[in-house]
């Protein structure tokens, strides 16, 4: 039991449907044991796995603690939500479904600030007016703050939003977000933009495998059939 | 370098007692802080990149918390705690732990729990009297504490902003570059920039607008951007006002308008960054070189040599300190005369001691005005490993 492969997939929505699909594709069958409201499962004709459904941002959990090998969720939860995520998973493919790019987006209002370095002129300016920093409103704290780091904006306060960001900066609660879009019209339907140079990542659903996760010989058996199967074989692993 | 045994705990308590007792016979009275602090003023004051430094948790009502990253912003809010009304003078003088989100593989001189040890003084109007007091001091306890040898290494953001003020540019440019200070890479870009093409690329704000800005007048052009909007389709919403984006726009346009940085001016500045001298020599040195640019520059020069006099009054080995213009501490809050305390043996990346002035601090956490303070403090465990020789 202790060799098995736990392959963690999310556990509802379009993403479960996607993940499911992908699988199909490659002649790979996901089932559920037991009851049909549960959420565990096998692969049909592939042994040594179980499969555990788990909503996408414990997915991410579960590879960084090792209590999954393998898991299918987005680039942007591993990077905000795993400090060193090269050291410690494995992105073995891209998926080509669950796109999302992290975006930094301001109100379209505001005509002179495109960029980056703009927002920080902006900032610089906005203290010396209200005596207090920017707000940015996002869920994706590390993300947030890596990417101005990097890009020399230092004046600004996260705002944690757990839901409904794109709504904060009307609302009055903060003055510009970070948050993921497909198509910006989610964006755009709340009078926001997106800056220039404000992509922060481009993300879409990944195939990942935990280096943290027990990795007895078998269970690279296992790992190898299956990414055989799904056309994987012979990648550079750990 | 963390203390794993009782032995170096007594070992570290035991070098504890013997600075506290220096800073408490110069005057500073001994305060403790609490460790656990409202995580919003840190994030205010030094700004949102210590979140990634700092142990930021959520308390049972949702307010941001964090473990103190150091025990000069906890001291400030004990002084204007214990004096909101009128700024009173106060030294205090404290022993206490102080906590750093650490990378994996941070080596020993980087543990992510280590005790301070410091000093600070509020309201002091003689204030490179103060300054020379505060690094004088923190060199006595390290001596005291056993500490044979160091490089000593001073700046002054005082003489920075005298440079940058007598350079002819508008004062939204010097805010760029101020910004910019202790960033090396960054501010030569910066000041490239200016050199060549201080505007940004207009080519995504509208014509009509940049028409609107054409006129020398900003009631009018808020009023001309308003329309746009309203033409445009776009509402004004948010907390930033239409007079604030105009103000953003008409800066834009003056930019593009303006005459880059004058050649000679950014000479200057990179000039005095360069500067890296014997801190004895750097008075004369800087004479030469800017002395005659304004009287400002002079009498900011004046003001570090007073300061050099009196570090050399107070005891201090002049012979050993370096001056270095770049030198501004990598924290945002120092206005002035800085200073850091390295040991050969560790080098620079882990300075034993650090400290200098920092006016501006009181205020950004609630004081209602500006009160002068300046401070120092030690890193207890790196000064305990250095004087012990690596023999624990």
């Given at each position: 039991?202790?060799?098995?492969?736990?392959?963690?997939?999310?556990?509802?929505?379009?993403?479960?449907?996607?993940?499911?699909?992908?699988?199909?594709?490659?002649?790979?069958?996901?089932?559920?044991?037991?009851?049909?409201?549960?959420?565990?499962?096998?692969?049909?004709?592939?042994?040594?796995?179980?499969?555990?459904?788990?909503?996408?941002?414990?997915?991410?959990?579960?590879?960084?603690?090792?209590?999954?090998?393998?898991?299918?969720?987005?680039?942007?939860?591993?990077?905000?939500?795993?400090?060193?995520?090269?050291?410690?998973?494995?992105?073995?493919?891209?998926?080509?479904?669950?796109?999302?790019?992290?975006?930094?987006?301001?109100?379209?209002?505001?005509?002179?600030?495109?960029?980056?370095?703009?927002?920080?002129?902006?900032?610089?300016?906005?203290?010396?007016?209200?005596?207090?920093?920017?707000?940015?409103?996002?869920?994706?704290?590390?993300?947030?703050?890596?990417?101005?780091?990097?890009?020399?904006?230092?004046?600004?306060?996260?705002?944690?939003?757990?839901?409904?960001?794109?709504?904060?900066?009307?609302?009055?609660?903060?003055?510009?977000?970070?948050?993921?879009?497909?198509?910006?019209?989610?964006?755009?339907?709340?009078?926001?933009?997106?800056?220039?140079?404000?992509?922060?990542?481009?993300?879409?659903?990944?195939?990942?495998?935990?280096?943290?996760?027990?990795?007895?010989a078998e269970t690279k058996k296992t790992r190898d059939a299956m990414l055989d199967r799904l056309g994987l074989a012979g990648q550079a692993l750990f | 370098m963390s203390v794993q045994t009782p032995r170096d705990f007594e070992a570290l308590e035991a070098q504890a007692r013997t600075l506290l007792s220096v800073f408490i016979a110069a005057g500073h009275e001994a305060v403790a802080p609490p460790t656990i602090q409202p995580a919003a003023v840190f994030l205010d004051v030094v700004g949102e990149s210590l979140r990634g430094r700092t142990y930021v948790f959520t308390g049972l009502d949702g307010e941001e918390l964090c473990l103190r990253p150091d025990l000069t912003v906890p001291t400030c809010l004990l002084y204007l705690q214990r004096?909101?009304?009128?700024?009173?003078?106060?030294?205090?003088?404290?022993?206490?732990?102080?906590?750093?989100?650490?990378?994996?593989?941070?080596?020993?001189?980087?543990?992510?729990?280590?005790?301070?040890?410091?000093?600070?003084?509020?309201?002091?109007?003689?204030?490179?009297?103060?300054?020379?007091?505060?690094?004088?001091?923190?060199?006595?306890?390290?001596?005291?504490?056993?500490?044979?040898?160091?490089?000593?290494?001073?700046?002054?953001?005082?003489?920075?902003?005298?440079?940058?003020?007598?350079?002819?540019?508008?004062?939204?440019?010097?805010?760029?570059?101020?910004?910019?200070?202790?960033?090396?890479?960054?501010?030569?870009?910066?000041?490239?920039?200016?050199?060549?093409?201080?505007?940004?690329?207009?080519?995504?704000?509208?014509?009509?607008?940049?028409?609107?800005?054409?006129?020398?007048?900003?009631?009018?052009?808020?009023?001309?951007?308003?329309?746009?909007?309203?033409?445009?389709?776009?509402?004004?919403?948010?907390?930033?006002?239409?007079?604030?984006?105009?103000?953003?726009?008409?800066?834009?346009?003056?930019?593009?308008?303006?005459?880059?940085?004058?050649?000679?001016?950014?000479?200057?500045?990179?000039?005095?960054?360069?500067?890296?001298?014997?801190?004895?020599?750097?008075?004369?040195?800087?004479?030469?070189?800017?002395?005659?640019?304004?009287?400002?520059?002079?009498?900011?020069?004046?003001?570090?040599?007073?300061?050099?006099?009196?570090?050399?009054?107070?005891?201090?080995?002049?012979?050993?300190?370096?001056?270095?213009?770049?030198?501004?501490?990598?924290?945002?809050?120092?206005?002035?005369?800085?200073?850091?305390?390295?040991?050969?043996?560790?080098?620079?990346?882990?300075?034993?001691?650090?400290?200098?002035?920092?006016?501006?601090?009181?205020?950004?956490?609630?004081?209602?005005?500006?009160?002068?303070?300046?401070?120092?403090?030690?890193?207890?465990?790196?000064?305990?490993?250095?004087?012990?020789?690596?023999?624990?």
């Amino acid at each position: 039991m202790s060799a098995q492969l736990v392959f963690a997939v999310p556990s509802k929505g379009r993403l479960m449907e996607q993940t499911g699909d992908f699988l199909s594709q490659a002649g790979l069958e996901l089932r559920k044991v037991g009851d049909a409201r549960g959420y565990r499962g096998e692969i049909e004709g592939l042994g040594g796995i179980d499969v555990a459904y788990v909503s996408a941002s414990q997915i991410v959990a579960h590879l960084n603690a090792g209590s999954a090998h393998i898991g299918v969720t987005g680039e942007d939860l591993v990077r905000e939500n795993i400090s060193n995520a090269d050291r410690r998973v494995v992105f073995l493919k891209k998926l080509g479904f669950g796109y999302a790019d992290v975006v930094v987006a301001v109100p379209q209002c505001w005509l002179d600030v495109d960029t980056v370095a703009d927002l920080q002129a902006a900032a610089a300016a906005f203290r010396r007016t209200h005596g207090r920093s920017l707000r940015v409103a996002t869920k994706y704290l590390n993300l947030t703050r890596r990417f101005f780091s990097a890009n020399g904006l230092t004046d600004y306060r996260i705002v944690e939003s757990l839901g409904a960001t794109e709504g904060t900066p009307a609302a009055g609660t903060a003055e510009l977000i970070v948050d993921i879009t497909s198509t910006g019209a989610t964006l755009k339907a709340n009078g926001l933009k997106l800056l220039e140079d404000g992509v922060i990542l481009r993300s879409q659903a990944n195939l990942v495998a935990s280096k943290v996760a027990a990795w007895p010989a078998e269970t690279k058996k296992t790992r190898d059939a299956m990414l055989d199967r799904l056309g994987l074989a012979g990648q550079a692993l750990f | 370098m963390s203390v794993q045994t009782p032995r170096d705990f007594e070992a570290l308590e035991a070098q504890a007692r013997t600075l506290l007792s220096v800073f408490i016979a110069a005057g500073h009275e001994a305060v403790a802080p609490p460790t656990i602090q409202p995580a919003a003023v840190f994030l205010d004051v030094v700004g949102e990149s210590l979140r990634g430094r700092t142990y930021v948790f959520t308390g049972l009502d949702g307010e941001e918390l964090c473990l103190r990253p150091d025990l000069t912003v906890p001291t400030c809010l004990l002084y204007l705690q214990r004096h909101p009304g009128p700024e009173a003078c106060a030294r205090y003088c404290y022993n206490g732990t102080a906590f750093r989100i650490q990378p994996e593989g941070a080596d020993a001189a980087h543990p992510r729990e280590f005790r301070q040890a410091g000093i600070e003084s509020y309201g002091d109007l003689a204030r490179q009297d103060a300054e020379a007091k505060t690094f004088a001091l923190v060199l006595t306890a390290l001596q005291q504490a056993g500490l044979r040898t160091w490089q000593l290494r001073i700046g002054d953001l005082g003489l920075f902003d005298a440079v940058l003020a007598a350079a002819e540019m508008p004062e939204r440019w010097r805010r760029r570059l101020r910004h910019q200070f202790g960033r090396y890479e960054a501010f030569r870009a910066e000041l490239k920039r200016l050199t060549t093409q201080p505007a940004r690329s207009i080519g995504a704000i509208p014509a009509a607008v940049l028409e609107a800005l054409e006129f020398d007048d900003p009631v009018g052009a808020e009023q001309r951007v308003a329309d746009y909007l309203d033409s445009a389709g776009i509402e004004l919403s948010g907390t930033r006002s239409l007079s604030e984006i105009t103000d953003g726009l008409l800066s834009i346009a003056a930019d593009a308008k303006a005459k880059p940085l004058d050649a000679a001016t950014a000479a200057m500045i990179d000039c005095y960054l360069d500067v890296a001298a014997p801190a004895r020599l750097a008075g004369t040195h800087l004479r030469n070189l800017l002395g005659k640019a304004s009287p400002n520059i002079a009498a900011a020069i004046d003001t570090f040599e007073r300061r050099v006099g009196l570090l050399e009054g107070s005891g201090v080995d002049m012979s050993t300190v370096e001056f270095s213009a770049e030198f501004g501490r990598n924290l945002a809050y120092y206005t002035g005369f800085v200073f850091e305390v390295v040991a050969p043996s560790l080098g620079r990346s882990s300075p034993v001691a650090g400290g200098g002035r920092y006016d501006s601090l009181l205020k950004a956490v609630g004081a209602p005005r500006q009160i002068p303070a300046v401070g120092g403090a030690i890193h207890t465990e790196r000064l305990l490993a250095v004087v012990s020789g690596g023999k624990r």
